[in-house]
């Protein structure tokens, strides 16, 4: 077990800590996964994993052109196999795609093996993270903005069942969203052991 240092918001000097289970963050398209995740990973010491980055890698393709050439189920299908095998590997910090967590054997799957944490951001913040990036499948509709707001009304649902929530906001930095995360685990120490 990899022993860390970490500073959190709301302790007094240092506190030394072992994640025991890989950290997931979920959540919409723009909340923050990869971002924050990075910056979790640099306070926990522990490495940082996307699991788009790793089918990426796998495929030799990029998230649009496997959704293009394949379909979404195939990737799903991918997703899931992924996610498991990372799960399995050291304790780390797991950023998924925004899909990923809506297919019930993976909430069960990263539950069970890990710890799901839901950056819970508002559309509005999620819209203006996102609208000028071309890489988001799918957004590539007429009206991305009625897109969004439809995925968003229809996953926020499945969100709300990860075993963490944590507010994700225009007003707060990173650093602060992974102190916010840091905070969050304390309540798991199953997670994240303090010594």
Same mark, same amino acid.
């Given at each position: 077990?990899?022993?860390?240092?970490?500073?959190?918001?709301?302790?007094?000097?240092?506190?030394?800590?072992?994640?025991?289970?890989? +950290?997931?963050?979920?959540?919409?398209?723009?909340?923050?996964?990869?971002?924050?995740?990075?910056?979790?990973?640099?306070?926990?010491?522990?490495?940082?994993?996307?699991?788009?980055?790793?089918?990426?890698?796998?495929?030799?393709?990029?998230?649009?052109?496997?959704?293009?050439?394949? @379909?979404?189920?195939?990737?799903?299908?991918?997703?899931?196999?992924?996610?498991?095998?990372?799960?399995?590997?050291?304790?780390?910090?797991?950023?998924?795609? @925004?899909?990923?967590?809506?297919?019930?054997?993976?909430? !069960?799957?990263?539950?069970? !093996?890990?710890?799901?944490?839901?950056?819970?951001?508002?559309?509005? +913040?999620?819209?203006?993270?996102?609208?000028?990036?071309?890489? !988001?499948?799918?957004? !590539?509709?007429?009206?991305?903005?009625?897109?969004?707001?439809?995925?968003?009304?229809?996953?926020?649902?499945?969100?709300?069942?990860?075993?963490?929530? +944590?507010?994700?906001?225009?007003?707060?930095?990173?650093?602060?969203?992974?102190?916010?995360?840091?905070?969050?685990?304390?309540?798991?120490?199953? +997670?994240?052991?303090?010594?």
């Amino acid at each position: 077990m990899k022993q860390i240092e970490h500073n959190s918001a709301q302790t007094m000097g240092m506190t030394r800590a072992a994640l025991r289970k890989t +950290v997931v963050m979920v959540g919409m398209m723009g909340a923050g996964k990869t971002a924050v995740g990075k910056a979790l990973s640099a306070k926990l010491g522990v490495p940082f994993l996307d699991s788009d980055a790793e089918i990426e890698a796998a495929a030799n393709m990029s998230i649009p052109e496997i959704f293009s050439r394949d @379909g979404e189920a195939f990737f799903r299908e991918k997703e899931s196999m992924v996610i498991a095998r990372l799960l399995e590997g050291e304790p780390c910090v797991l950023s998924t795609g @925004g899909g990923a967590f809506l297919a019930s054997a993976n909430r !069960r799957m990263i539950s069970e !093996r890990g710890v799901s944490v839901w950056l819970k951001a508002d559309i509005g +913040v999620l819209w203006n993270r996102v609208r000028h990036k071309d890489s !988001r499948p799918l957004l !590539r509709t007429p009206d991305p903005r009625a897109t969004l707001r439809t995925l968003y009304e229809a996953r926020v649902p499945i969100y709300a069942e990860a075993d963490l929530t +944590v507010i994700s906001d225009a007003e707060t930095s990173i650093e602060q969203m992974a102190d916010r995360v840091i905070d969050a685990l304390r309540s798991r120490p199953d +997670v994240l052991e303090l010594t």
